[in-house]
């Protein structure tokens, strides 16, 4: 079958650095996903990866290695508006994207 | 990225009437749209697949006679659904695929039958 898995919740402090995984089983594979999805709102698109690395984005990265199924999202100099939902999505062989059950990231000051 | 218009942000119907939600790919052509619903605190669950100028294809446990969904163009789909009840009242998101990667999501629709 397919799944996703990610942690449920995880809490950081303001300025510090997490890093949220996800693991991932699908039939067939087209990149993985992640978006952030505040409280109420529509999720947003963060990044894309498709091939094996790290993909940097300002404060934000994500890796990928297909040959263990594995990807993280990487937050650093964390702010308290990145307090949300991190949903992690495996686009499968029919295009298809199969949904994580999201991580709530909560941040401390 | 791309953009991916929903209207309305937000809705309150009566019960037993019925509610359309527009789901526009304002630059791309989106042959693919996706139909998702969110209780809250909960993840995405996916309702159904719409290809532009084909009946959509519903996941198991989504009544296709109450959602009606119209994917008449490569930059609109709607959904409606008819004879709302209070159970229906959810968070509706769409989004659109693009012919090169990803999903592009709308604002989602608030909707809150009373």
């Known amino acids: 079958g397919q799944n996703i898995d990610q942690p449920t919740e995880m809490t950081a402090t303001e300025g510090a650095i997490v890093q949220i995984n996800c693991t991932y089983q699908?039939?067939?594979?087209?990149?993985l996903f992640w978006y952030q999805q505040h409280a109420g709102e529509a999720p947003t698109f963060l990044s894309y990866?498709?091939l094996d690395g790290l993909e940097e984005k300002g404060r934000f990265s994500s890796f990928l290695s297909r040959s263990k199924g594995y990807s993280y999202l990487l937050l650093k100099e964390l702010q308290m508006k990145d307090s949300a939902s991190y949903l992690c999505?495996?686009?499968?062989?029919?295009?298809?994207?199969?949904w994580g059950a999201g991580t709530k990231l909560i941040i401390k000051p | 990225g791309a953009v991916v218009s929903q209207h309305p942000s937000w809705v309150i119907c009566k019960s037993g009437t019925s509610v359309k939600i527009e789901c526009r790919s304002l630059?791309?052509?989106?042959?693919?749209m996706f139909w998702y619903r969110q209780f809250p605190k909960q993840s995405l669950m996916l309702m159904a697949t719409?290809?532009?100028?084909?009946?959509?294809?519903?996941e198991q446990g989504v009544e296709k006679d109450k959602f009606l969904i119209n994917h008449a163009s490569l930059t609109l789909s709607t959904l409606t659904v008819t004879s709302a009840h209070p159970e229906d009242s959810s968070f509706y998101i769409c989004?659109?695929?693009?012919?090169?990667?990803?999903?592009?999501f709308g604002q989602g629709t608030r909707l809150t039958v009373v």
């Open positions: 719409s290809n532009e100028g084909s009946k959509a294809t519903y």
């Open positions: 630059d791309f052509q989106a042959t693919t």
């Open positions: 699908t039939s067939g594979f087209n990149g």
């Open positions: 990866n498709v």
């Open positions: 989004s659109a695929r693009d012919s090169h990667v990803g999903a592009f």
């Open positions: 999505a495996s686009m499968d062989s029919n295009y298809q994207l199969i």
